[in-house]
C-alpha cells in the first residue's frame, strides 16, 4: 500500500500551543489511523500543523507532494479534510449553507454539481435535513458534530482527519459516528482519528500512535496497541479493571 | 417651524441618511471580515465625486495615476509572492487584474474625457476608476498584515487615509467641485418639493443594499464572506482563502464609496478631504447600530442623517458636534451592557 500521508520529526513550538517534539506518522491510502493519548499531549496540535493552520517544522508529505508552503485552502482542495474539536461550524448561518461551504473549493475550481452531493449527506445524516433552514448555533451537540462531519464530507475528502469526534457526546450519538466512520472507509476514504476515547478509536482503526507529552511512545496496528499492557493500563482502563475483576 | 419646513428637513435627512447607511454597510462588512477599521472608506467618495466632475468637465481625473501606480505596486508585491512560492501559474491572473484592467480602465477615461459622454456613462467610467481600488489598496496595505491585531490595522488605515488624501490633494487641487445633477426635476408631493435628485439618492442607495443583500443570501461567494465574518478558523477549513475574502470585501466596499460619491457628487460641494467626514457619519451610523447588525447600521445611519439635518437647522454652526456626541451615550450603554472581549491573539 502507499501512504497517502507521511510526517516526519514534525516540531511545532509556537506560543500557547503545546508543543510537538518530531512526530513521525504514516497513513496508508484507504486505511484508518488513530492516534491517542492524553489531554494536552499535543494531538489537536499534530492535526492543525498538517492543515497548516499552525506554522512547524519537519516534513510532511501528503499524495506525494510536500506541503511546505502549501495554504491551508490549497490542502482542502487535494482533499485533505479536517474536522476540528470546536467543530468550528457557522454558527448564524444555516444548516444548508454550512454544507453548500463545504464544498466551496470544489465550486471555485469549477466543479458545477457539487452541490448534487448534497443528497448524499442528507441520505446520511437525515436530522440534517430535517433541520436544513435553522440556523448551525441553534443545533444540539450531536448535531453539530454530524454537520460538522457533513461539511467536511462535501469537501470530498481523499484523507479526513477528526479531533475528538466522539467529544462531549451521547453514547448512542457516538456509536453513530463510529458506524459514519466504519462506512467512509469502505468508502475508500483514508481517515487520521485522533482520540481520547480509545477504546472506540482502536476498534475502528488499523493501525495506532500512542501521542505523549509532543512524542510518538508507541505505535503498532490497532489489535497490538489494545493487547499492549501499557496502553491497557492508561487508555483502557476500565477494560483491565474489568478483566481482572 | 412650520411643516414644510419639517418636510423638507427630514427629506434632506433621510437623502443624506441613505448614504451613510450606504456607508455604514461598507465599514461593517470590512470589520466584520477583515477586523480592518476602514478610514479610508471616505477616501473612495471623494475620489469618485472629483472624477465625476473632472469627467464632466472633459478633464482627465488624476484617480487614473492611482488606479495605475496602486495597480503596478499590488503587482510587483504579487509578483514578488509568486517568485517565492514558485507559482509562476499566477502571473498571468495577476497581470490581467492589476496591470492590464486599470490600464484599460485609464485609456478609456483618457480616451472618453474630451468627448463629455452622457453622465450616466460617466458615472460608469468613474465605478471603473474607483472600484478597482478597492483590492488594490487590500493587496498593498493590509494583506501582508492580515494577521496583525485591531489597533495595528487601524494605524495603517489612518496611514492609508493621509496618504489617499494626500494624493486626492495632488491630482484634483485644492478647490470645492460639485457636478451637474442627474436631472432638475422637481415634484410636489404634497406640501413639499421634492427634487428627484434626492429620490435618486434615496432608490439607488436601497437598489444597492438589496443587491447587497442578494449577493450575501443567494450566493456562494456571498455566503462565504460571511461564513469568514463569524469564523474565521471555520472558513480557512473549508478552504475560502482569507485574501479572497479580504479582497472581495474591499472589492464592495470601494463598489459602496464610489457610488456614494457619485450620488452625492451634485448634492454636495466636495474637496479632497471631505470624504473622510461623509465616512465618519457613516461610521457614528455602524456604532449607533452596535457595530454588529447591518439593519441597525442601516437604520442608525439614517438616525444620523435626520439629526444631522435638524441640527443643521436649528443650530447650524454646532451640527457636526451634536452629530459627533450622539455616539457618546451609545458607547456608555454599550460598554456598561456588552461583556468586554479580548483583542482575538491568532
Redesign the interface.
Known amino acids: 500500500m502507499n501512504a497517502l500521508l507521511e510526517v516526519d520529526a514534525l516540531r511545532v513550538f509556537y506560543r500557547k500551543v503545546e508543543g510537538l517534539h518530531r512526530a513521525s506518522l504514516r497513513v496508508e491510502e484507504g486505511s484508518v489511523v488513530t492516534v491517542i493519548g492524553p489531554n494536552g499531549a499535543g494531538k489537536t496540535t499534530l492535526l492543525g500543523a498538517i492543515m497548516g493552520l499552525l506554522p512547524s517544522s519537519g516534513a510532511v508529505r501528503y499524495a506525494g507532494a510536500e506541503l511546505a508552503g502549501v495554504p491551508t485552502e490549497a490542502r482542502v482542495a487535494r482533499g485533505l479534510c479536517l474536522v476540528p474539536e470546536r467543530r468550528e461550524l457557522f454558527g448564524e448561518l444555516s444548516v444548508e449553507d454550512n454544507l453548500r461551504l463545504g464544498a466551496f473549493q470544489r465550486v471555485r475550481h469549477g466543479e458545477r454539481d457539487a452541490m448534487r452531493d448534497l443528497a448524499a449527506i442528507y441520505a446520511r445524516f437525515p436530522r440534517l435535513e430535517e433541520r436544513r433552514a435553522q440556523l448551525a448555533g441553534t443545533l444540539s451537540g450531536g448535531e453539530r458534530q454530524m454537520l460538522a462531519l457533513g461539511r467536511a464530507l462535501m469537501a470530498k475528502p481523499r484523507l479526513l482527519m477528526l479531533d475528538e469526534p466522539s467529544l462531549g457526546l451521547a453514547p448512542r450519538v457516538v456509536r453513530d459516528i463510529y458506524h459514519i466512520i466504519a462506512d467512509l472507509k469502505r468508502a475508500g476514504v483514508s481517515i487520521l482519528l485522533v482520540e481520547q476515547n480509545a477504546r472506540a478509536a482502536l476498534q475502528v482503526a488499523d493501525r495506532g500512535y500512542v501521542l505523549e507529552t509532543g512524542q510518538i511512545t508507541l505505535e503498532g496496528s490497532a489489535a497490538e496497541l489494545a493487547a499492549n499492557p501499557r496502553v491497557i493500563e492508561s487508555y483502557l482502563g476500565l477494560a483491565a479493571r474489568s478483566a481482572g475483576a | 417651524m412650520n411643516l414644510d419646513t419639517v418636510l423638507w428637513l427630514v427629506q434632506d435627512g433621510i437623502s443624506n441618511g441613505a448614504i451613510y447607511a450606504l456607508l455604514a454597510l461598507a465599514l461593517l462588512l470590512v470589520f466584520a471580515v477583515t477586523r480592518v477599521i476602514f478610514v479610508p472608506q471616505g477616501e473612495f467618495i471623494a475620489y469618485a465625486a472629483l472624477s465625476l466632475t473632472m469627467l464632466q468637465a472633459g478633464q482627465l481625473p488624476g484617480t487614473v495615476y492611482v488606479l495605475v501606480g496602486g495597480g503596478l505596486l499590488a503587482a510587483a508585491y504579487e509578483i514578488a509572492a509568486a517568485l517565492r ?1 514558485r507559482a509562476g501559474a499566477r502571473l498571468p491572473r495577476v497581470l490581467a487584474f492589476y496591470v492590464l484592467l486599470p490600464a484599460a480602465i485609464a485609456v478609456l477615461a483618457w480616451w472618453a474625457a474630451p468627448r463629455k459622454f452622457d453622465l450616466w456613462v460617466q458615472a460608469l467610467i468613474v465605478l471603473g476608476l474607483v472600484v478597482p481600488l478597492g483590492p488594490i489598496l487590500y493587496r498593498i496595505a493590509y494583506q501582508p498584515l492580515a494577521n496583525a491585531s485591531v489597533v495595528v490595522l487601524f494605524i495603517v488605515s489612518m496611514a492609508v487615509h493621509y496618504a489617499l488624501t494626500g494624493l486626492g490633494l495632488l491630482f484634483f487641487g485644492g478647490e470645492g467641485l460639485r457636478s451637474a445633477a442627474f436631472s432638475d426635476a422637481q415634484f410636489k408631493l404634497g406640501v413639499v418639493n421634492v427634487t428627484a435628485q434626492s429620490v435618486l439618492v434615496v432608490l439607488a442607495s436601497v437598489l444597492v443594499m438589496l443587491a447587497l443583500w442578494l449577493f450575501f443570501t443567494r450566493s ?1 461567494y456571498g ?2 464572506l ?2 469568514t465574518a ?2 474565521r ?9 482569507a485574501e479572497l475574502s479580504g479582497s472581495l470585501s474591499f472589492l464592495l466596499a470601494a463598489f459602496i464609496g464610489a457610488v456614494s460619491g457619485v450620488l452625492v457628487a451634485p448634492i454636495a460641494t466636495i474637496y479632497y478631504d471631505t470624504g473622510f467626514l461623509i465616512g465618519l457619519k457613516g461610521f457614528v451610523g455602524a456604532i449607533l447600530g452596535g457595530m454588529a447588525s447591518y439593519p441597525l447600521a442601516a437604520l442608525g445611519a439614517l438616525a444620523v442623517g435626520l439629526l444631522e439635518s435638524f441640527s443643521s437647522f436649528w443650530a447650524s454652526a454646532f451640527k457636526e458636534t451634536i452629530v459627533f456626541t450622539a455616539i457618546i451615550p451609545v458607547l456608555v450603554w454599550r460598554s456598561l451592557t456588552s461583556r468586554h472581549v479580548e483583542d482575538e491573539e491568532e
Open positions: 512560492a456562494l455566503k462565504a460571511r461564513a463569524v469564523n478558523v471555520g472558513a480557512r477549513l473549508v478552504g475560502i482563502p
